[in-house]
């Protein structure tokens, strides 16, 4: 396991040896955070079991090489798309959100835990002493692959840690929003999809409060290649979307 930390304006995920102790996921979208796995969510962990070990991503997204993808804003830039595509999340349209961005919805994996211990044991440094401190009420995190049909696929982690008051969810926001103080890890890639080699980076994230809580989000590559701008896009708009089952 290693730990995020936030260097030069980016959050970087440090290998063990290095200092570290498992990445931070940010309490967002009503206290979302994103992260890495969770203790007792490893390999053989609560998720685990979902058939065979993981595999290449290439293998698992084998259905986005079918040039199928619909562009339903053909020459728009990324920023109008990132914003039209944000609206339609809002309104609980998800593939036409993923249309306005260009891609497609691959994978969509949602788990939820609604006790207090469980907001522990997926925390880190300050963040979890706070939460031992100010238990929250729920933790809903999901994980979602969207693919452009052309091999080029990314993978998006949501969390969204929730709170008893909007006072607490803030309180937790102020903690959570230090650098350096911790985080809520996200599921773990390779048990949930089933997909090695994957690494939730933290370069690509959007954060949010939402009601009694906070979502954060982030996307990163998990075979082709995205540019930042789109990553940056597809957690924006991911933090957006609905988290719970």
């Known amino acids: 396991m290693g730990r995020w930390i936030t260097k030069n304006g980016n959050r970087v995920y440090l290998e063990d040896g290095k200092g570290g102790s498992g990445p931070l996921v940010a309490v967002a979208a009503a206290v979302v955070l994103a992260g890495g796995g969770v203790a007792g969510v490893g390999a053989g962990g ?47 349209k998800p593939d036409e959100a993923w249309s306005k961005l260009k891609v497609k919805q691959l994978r969509r994996e ?36 969207v693919g452009d049909g052309h091999r080029n696929a990314a993978v998006i982690s949501v969390v969204r ?22 985080d809520v890890r996200p599921l773990d890639v390779a048990v949930v999809l089933g997909v090695a080699g994957v690494k939730m980076t933290g370069l690509h994230y959007a954060s949010r409060p939402e009601g009694y809580g906070m979502v954060v989000a982030e996307a990163d590559n998990a075979t082709g290649h995205f540019d930042d701008e789109t990553l940056d896009a597809l957690a924006e708009v991911a933090s957006w979307m609905p988290v719970k089952k």
């Open 110 to 145: 949602v788990h939820d835990l609604e006790h207090a211990a469980e907001c522990v044991a997926a925390a880190t440094g300050k963040v979890r002493e706070f939460l031992m401190r100010t238990p929250c009420s729920s933790l809903h995190r999901m994980l979602l692959a």
């Open 161 to 182: 840690v929730g709170f008893r008051s909007r006072k607490q969810a803030a309180a937790f926001e102020k903690v959570e929003r230090v650098h350096g103080s911790g």
């Open 46 to 92: 609560l998720f685990a079991g979902g058939g065979g070990g993981a595999g290449a991503a290439s293998e698992a997204f084998a259905g986005n090489a079918a040039g199928d993808v619909v562009d339903s804003l053909p020459g728009r830039s990324i920023k109008t798309r990132r914003a039209e595509a944000g609206e339609s999340a809002k309104k609980g």
